[in-house]
């Protein structure tokens, strides 16, 4: 039992000096220039039977405050068997600026929607590419405002999606909400530290040189995900690129959290299974997360058991609570998201198991991009 304790706290005292660490990050990201520049700017939307989703955003993207003739919207209707490639002709009729490209076949080497987005970048005229999904909500100034962080010695930008929660102060959706907050504080503090570890494909951009320069994706291309995070990846490794992380509120791009619950499980083990696809480093920092985690986990159990081991537990969890608020308070002054730091306890107390569950179930699963769910055999988020 003391050798269970004195590994807890070990892990609880580095966990908490790294968010402490972590959070110099968003101190830098405040600092950041900006450029006037208007370059010519390709915006990518790939699309799977997105139907339902896609006018929305197409009409984000109608409605950009961006010189016409300095940006193009290439939308990629990949396999849809649903009326999503009438949806995308309808707006290239009305709109010169919107450019469809369809994908009839599947190749075994290249995951569907990494192809995509490698088809829409080879037809791409931008210097610019920026890329979001067929269910984001861009605002009239996302074109702009994510240029204007693209300064001379800029390659790449990542920014903030937060997730849309109507009726507002939905309980579940809240909590939902402050989760993915939690991802792009990540995303936020260790870019800001120079060392970007993830990011989300709804909302990023690069140049297209650096796209070439770097050959795609890879050695990632075959992974079903990792459009985002995994390039990100080879960006970063390339040790030759600056990377940047958008900030500003009008870069932001909403979109809905999972409806269904077996979406958001999906989603949550989809993300888990790439662990092991990061650089060693990368890796061996998720591990220790999730040890971690698994030790808070077994304790807070245990003590029913062991009633000894109650209150080294509770100050444990007392530290890594604290520390946890300090950074996501933070974090939601840093993404101009503050709207559900409040509900933050209950989250901490929810993540414990979360992160158990789902780290160790993700290893055991593959998955397919926009994958079909059966609504008939799930329930609706409440």
């Given at each position: ?65 961006y010189p016409p003739e300095k940006v193009e919207f290439l939308i990629v209707d990949d396999r849809s068997t649903d009326a ?299």
């Amino acid at each position: 039992m003391d050798t269970y304790l004195i590994i807890l706290f070990m892990f609880t005292f580095v966990y908490a000096a790294g968010l402490w660490y972590l959070s110099n990050g968003f101190n830098q990201i405040k600092k950041q220039g900006r450029t006037d520049s208007k370059p010519m700017v390709s915006v990518i939307v790939s699309a799977h039977n997105e139907e339902t989703h896609l006018p929305g955003c197409l009409e984000c993207l109608q409605a950009q405050e961006y010189p016409p003739e300095k940006v193009e919207f290439l939308i990629v209707d990949d396999r849809s068997t649903d009326a999503t490639g009438a949806v995308t002709d309808r707006f290239a009729e009305q709109d010169t600026r919107f450019r469809p490209i369809s994908i009839k076949d599947r190749r075994p080497d290249f995951a569907p929607k990494k192809r995509a987005i490698d088809t829409a970048i080879r037809h791409a005229r931008g210097e610019v590419i920026l890329l979001t999904d067929a269910d984001g909500r861009p605002g009239s100034n996302w074109v702009s405002g994510m240029v204007s962080y693209f300064t001379e010695q800029t390659d790449m930008v990542i920014g903030y999606a937060p997730y849309t929660v109507k009726p507002a102060g939905h309980f579940t959706k809240s909590l939902l909400a402050l989760e993915y907050l939690s991802h792009a504080a990540v995303a936020a503090a260790t870019c800001g530290l120079g060392f970007p570890v993830t990011c989300v494909g709804t909302n990023m951009g690069y140049r297209k040189k650096l796209y070439t320069e770097i050959g795609g994706f890879g050695e990632y291309k075959p992974f079903i995900s990792g459009d985002d995070d995994l390039f990100l990846t080879r960006v970063r490794e390339a040790k030759q690129y600056t990377i940047r992380y958008a900030d500003a509120p009008e870069t932001h791009v909403y979109n809905d959290p999972p409806q269904l619950w077996s979406k958001f499980l999906h989603q949550r083990m989809r993300y888990a299974s790439k662990g092991f696809s990061y650089p060693k480093k990368v890796t061996a920092g998720l591990l220790a997360y999730y040890l971690f985690n698994l030790f808070m986990f077994v304790g807070l159990l245990g003590f029913l058991f062991v009633p000894a081991v109650f209150y080294p537990v509770l100050a444990a969890y007392g530290i890594k609570s604290v520390g946890e608020f300090y950074f996501m308070n933070l974090a939601g002054k840093t993404l101009h998201d503050t709207r559900f730091i409040s509900r933050i306890p209950l989250v901490q107390v929810l993540h414990i198991p979360y992160v158990v569950v789902f780290g160790f179930l993700g290893q055991f699963k593959r998955f397919r991009w926009a994958e079909a769910h059966s609504e008939a055999a799930v329930q609706k988020m409440a």
